[in-house]
């Protein structure tokens, strides 16, 4: 992870204050640009964030329908609602980064079959990233039909799986980044700034 991403990601954190039992579950959304991030979080069905400005994402709709609805928001946003409602005991996912495509390009993309798309659930926001993947490509992927832009290739269902070597690796990583972040937070607890 690029350094200035590091300190922007531990000062993001903060926002949450002395709160280690919060799992922040962090995601790239892959080559994007990384200057905003966006929280999404798990809450009863009923709940009502007000006066937070979130907003409801899962499920689609207003009939309530599921145990669970998911909101999405900044980041300060979601982690103060955490701090008014320490019951909320569900993972944060962060998403960093946004993407921008011109309308021909998402397009020719689609038709290529190099996206798809899924309804979202609310437990996605519990699977490890490295799972979310497979998880959300496994049966509920849609993609374009077979067309004259698609070609016989690999896709991203045929892609290997890290080795378990890469994956202890990426995990020690998380590790470290979340061991530091906790550490900015006590300082900054130290100093007096929460």
């Not at 922040?24 to 009923?46: K, N, Q």
């Not at 937070?52 to 499920?59: C, F, N, T």
Request: proline letters at 8%; a negative charge; charged letters at 25%.
């Amino acid at each position: 992870m690029p350094e200035d991403l590091q300190e922007e990601f531990a000062k993001q954190s903060l926002y949450f204050g002395p709160t280690p039992s919060v799992d922040l579950r962090h995601g790239v959304g892959g080559p994007v640009a990384m200057s905003h991030c966006t929280a999404l979080i798990t809450t009863p069905a009923g709940f009502d964030p007000k006066p937070i400005p979130l907003k409801k994402v899962l499920p689609f709709g207003d009939d309530g329908e599921g145990e669970e609805v998911v909101f999405a928001g900044e980041l300060k946003d979601v982690a103060k609602l955490v701090r008014m409602h320490r019951h909320l005991v569900k993972p944060v996912r962060v998403l960093w980064g946004f993407g921008r495509w011109s309308r021909a390009q998402l397009l020719g993309e689609l038709a290529q079959q190099e996206w798809g798309m899924c309804p979202g659930l609310a437990e996605d926001l519990e699977t490890e990233s490295l799972h979310l993947w497979e998880q959300v490509w496994a049966g509920r992927t849609v993609v374009a039909p077979p067309n004259e832009m698609s070609c016989p290739r690999e896709t991203p269902r045929d892609l290997a799986t890290p080795s378990a070597e890469s994956q202890a690796l990426m995990a020690d990583q998380r590790a470290n980044l979340r061991a530091e972040v906790l550490q900015r937070a006590r300082d900054a607890e130290a100093r007096g700034e929460w």
